[in-house]
């Protein structure tokens, strides 16, 4: 068991392909994956929010949406170098929990403060939920993303 997962790890020469494969992921998976997730809860009326905002984010007045894409990208190639190592299967599922617990729980605990917002959507449970559902879809497009870069890589291309 442990062999096949080393089989499935990218050479030290692939590292750096590997790290810009995820994000790539990350970032793609925002645009895919998160803000459809987005607008199916919108159209859902369970959140107001709009997907694809390009509202001004603070301090630089960024749209957005280029803001998710950029930090989706950051938080990819974290996952990609954290899950690099699993295969196929394991690698989607580690990284929807991956995206469902770690970005959410930044969001809640360091982004939130950050912005004068309630940390943890203010406990409010009915809220809460939001925020696992959407990173984790987020995780799932980021772990495909990388399982199609590996059949690239594998590929030579």
Do not use: C
Request: charged share 10%.
């Amino acid at each position: 068991m442990a062999i096949d997962a080393l089989r499935h790890y990218p050479t030290r020469d692939e590292l750096p392909r590997w790290l810009i494969a995820g994000f790539l992921a990350g970032a793609l998976s925002v645009l895919i994956f998160h803000q459809a997730t987005i607008a199916v809860l919108a159209a859902m009326e369970v959140i107001k929010s709009a997907p694809y905002s390009t509202a001004p984010t603070s301090p630089w007045g960024v749209p957005q949406i280029w803001s998710t894409v950029f930090w989706g990208g950051v938080w990819g190639v974290l996952l990609a170098a954290v899950l690099g190592r699993m295969a196929t299967g394991r690698l989607l599922v580690a990284a929807l929990i991956f995206g469902a617990v770690l970005p959410t729980l930044v969001g809640w605990f360091v982004v939130a403060p950050l912005k004068g917002q309630p940390m943890a959507a203010g406990f409010v449970p009915s809220r809460m939920w939001l925020g696992p559902v959407i990173n984790g879809v987020w995780g799932l497009g980021t772990g495909i993303g990388l399982a199609l870069a590996r059949r690239l890589f594998r590929r030579g291309a």
